[in-house]
């Protein structure tokens, strides 16, 4: 079973920066594809960015250039940076993690950016 534990969110002004982090319990972390996806008030949940384990990164339109995943396979941690946030960007951030075709997801954690 692996657990995933999000933090990092918060509130912050249109322009700044936040580092999302999530960790991860479980042995299988080296091994799997782990992503960051969203989910903003009234809307459906999308997808903002992945890292496999090689590692490759890809990123939705919406968020490329601006944010950065990354992965510290010692810490069983990944990170999303977020620079230039826009107020459309507020929303649940959920860490993700698929390995050998099972999804595993976390809590969430809230990002609010104000305008």
């Known amino acids: 079973q692996v657990q995933l534990v999000e933090s990092g969110g918060g509130l912050v002004r249109a322009g700044g920066s936040l580092r999302l982090s999530c960790a991860a319990s479980g042995s299988i972390f080296s091994g799997a594809t782990l992503g960051w996806y969203r989910r903003a008030p009234g809307k459906e949940r999308e997808w903002v960015a992945t890292?496999?384990?090689?590692?490759?990164?890809n990123y939705a339109d919406s968020v490329k250039g601006r944010f950065t995943i990354s992965r510290d396979n010692s810490k069983n941690t990944v990170y999303l940076q977020m620079n230039s946030l826009k107020p459309e960007d507020t929303a649940v951030y959920y860490c993700n993690c698929v390995y050998r075709g099972t999804w595993y997801w976390g809590q969430g954690t809230q990002v609010t950016v104000s305008a």
């Open positions: 890292i496999t384990s090689r590692p490759t990164t």
